[in-house]
């Protein structure tokens, strides 16, 4: 794959980090302010959130790289009754702007509770709209391998896996930055918090590890019992690519695994937050190199039928 093609795994695996670790922080922080109360619980997320925000804007970027003429990139957009790709830009934009108000208003600006709620919802929602929207662009009917619903679902629990990782990460690194600067209680605040998310965010991840195994499974018995297209990707993801089929699902239970006896230890108090900072970046790294076998994967086994 050349530069190019590597852009679409880039832009939409970023988008999906992007996702996921705002669905992730919008649910702690729903949790969160009921026990903590929403002043501190805004402060502790405002990190997450910027990095939100440079993930996206990271994706953007990285999705011009595709493109042959960037510049006329947003024409895309003129085209929403029909195409799935207009769909999925306008979402993209809809999502980086709402993130981008979030990030300002949780920085610069106190209070307007209610505001900041209502525009990490819909951050969430246009977000997923995105993802939604990316995934359809596959259903084609030339390419047995992509043309299933699989796909869709399949594209939304990468970004639920990947969002679970990386906001384990994201919330370490918000304690590491503000632990020497922040009040005793506050950082007490920002310990317990991530003691007690961790636990089902490592719930969350090994679920949707399993339920993904499960739905590529039948994807390649789908493969196997299809036309010559869909059998030749069946023979390139347990022929040519078998190694990499492997590999890619070890490194994801190892990921998940590793996170869930991480949080399960964390939660027992049998270690520190900053003992279990290793183990957990191990881990969050280890998922996303799955998932970038994954969509190497999904690119490199597909099979056009047709002109």
Not at 35 to 60: C, E, K, M, N, S
């Amino acid at each position: 794959m050349n530069v190019r093609e590597w852009a679409l795994p880039v832009y939409t695996i970023l988008m999906q980090v992007a996702v996921g670790s705002m669905l992730g922080l919008w649910l702690i922080r729903t949790v969160a302010i009921q026990q903590y109360g929403r002043f501190v619980t805004d402060r502790i997320i405002r990190i997450p959130i910027l990095a939100v925000l440079l993930t996206v804007t990271a994706a953007i970027i990285g999705s011009h790289f595709h493109l042959s003429h960037p510049v006329f990139s947003l024409l895309a957009t003129l085209n929403l009754r029909s195409s799935w790709l207009s769909r999925e830009v306008l979402f993209t934009i809809s999502f980086f702007t709402t993130i981008g108000s979030l990030s300002y208003l949780h920085w610069f600006t106190a209070g307007y509770p209610h505001l900041k709620t209502g525009l990490g919802w819909l951050a969430i929602a246009l977000g997923l709209l995105s993802v939604y929207s990316m995934s359809k662009i596959y259903l084609l009917p030339t390419h047995s391998s992509w043309n299933s619903p699989l796909t869709v679902i399949s594209f939304i629990l990468t970004a639920v896996i990947l969002g679970a990782t990386a906001v384990a990460v994201l919330l370490l690194m918000d304690l590491k930055v503000w632990e020497e600067v922040a009040e005793q209680t506050e950082t007490a605040v920002r310990e317990q918090l991530i003691r007690q998310s961790f636990v089902w965010l490592a719930g969350g991840a090994l679920v949707t590890a399993v339920i993904n195994l499960i739905l590529n499974l039948i994807l390649i018995l789908h493969l196997s019992q299809g036309d010559l297209s869909a059998q030749i990707s069946f023979s390139l993801l347990l022929g040519l690519y078998q190694p990499l089929f492997g590999l890619r699902y070890i490194a994801l239970f190892t990921g998940v695994g590793w996170f869930s006896l991480t949080a399960l230890i964390l939660f027992r108090n049998a270690k520190t937050q900053h003992e279990i900072i290793t183990p957990i970046y191990l881990s969050c790294l280890l998922v996303l190199i799955s998932e970038i076998l994954g969509r190497f994967l999904f690119y490199a086994t597909h099979v056009r039928t047709g002109i």
